[in-house]
């Protein structure tokens, strides 16, 4: 009788267990029935595309937000089949594109950022972020990837215009006779050109890194003293 007595008391504080374990369950689903809209909503009125593939040899996406209509296409056009993500991948950067994905594949990297372009379907071309995460089963094996899309186009555009621009003051700099070097808060040389460098009468390797004091005179030196704020808060320090 003793040990029935003990065997119904741990019964019933499994039960008690059981009971208190569903009525949290029953909590939590009734919070993300209410939540799940409004990530929903969230989720839509996000410029982030996001979206669920199959791993393996064939890729073929299991979710894809409705959002993806900012570029022209519906999400049933993908979840169908009747377009593959392969086939808006810009021409030019599928083979780039698959080289990246299975050398990532083979160092079996969970998490990874890529950026290629992708062609809209009125013909447009932008710049968007891959990225990516790895799921795996119980078991260890690749399930699927699952990321977001995040347009980049806007600075992608802003990148090139500014290198475009460097690449301008760089070539202007470079072919006048006038000696420039660029510094830091410091007065470190990040860069010079030719003109300074036959100035010193000393390679570039030997300028870059130092500072203008390195180089002085006694008198120029307290020049530079004298001037460093103003030197530094030129817009070109040259």
């Known amino acids: 009788i003793s040990s029935l007595r003990t065997r119904l008391s741990q019964c019933q504080h499994q039960l008690t267990i059981f009971l208190q374990d569903e009525d949290t369950l029953r909590t939590s689903c009734a919070r993300m029935s209410h939540d799940l809209p409004m990530l929903q909503d969230i989720m839509e009125a996000s410029t982030a595309v996001v979206f669920r593939r199959i791993a393996g040899d064939n890729p073929a996406l299991t979710y894809v937000s409705s959002n993806i209509s900012q570029w022209g296409y519906s999400a049933d056009d993908f979840l169908?089949?009747?377009?593959?993500?392969?086939?808006?991948v810009h021409p030019d950067d599928r083979e780039a594109l698959a080289a990246e994905v299975m050398m990532r594949a083979e160092q079996d990297i969970q998490d990874f950022t890529m950026s290629y372009r992708i062609v809209t379907k009125s013909g447009d071309s932008r710049h968007v972020s891959d990225q990516t995460s790895v799921i795996y089963n119980d078991e260890g094996i690749k399930t699927f990837h699952q990321g977001i899309l995040i347009d980049i186009t806007e600075l992608k555009e802003a990148q090139i215009k500014l290198q475009e621009s460097e690449e301008k003051f760089r070539r202007t700099i470079e072919?006048?006779?006038?000696?420039?070097?660029?510094?830091?808060?410091?007065?470190t040389i990040l860069e010079c050109n030719d003109a300074y460098s036959r100035m010193l009468g000393r390679p570039r390797e030997q300028i870059i890194g130092k500072t203008p004091f390195d180089f002085a005179t006694p008198e120029y030196r307290q020049f530079l003293f004298a001037n460093r704020d103003r030197l530094l808060a030129s817009e070109y320090r040259t």
């Open 175 to 187: 072919s006048t006779h006038q000696g420039f070097l660029f510094m830091d808060e410091d007065m």
């Open 80 to 88: 169908s089949g009747t377009i593959r993500f392969h086939d808006v």
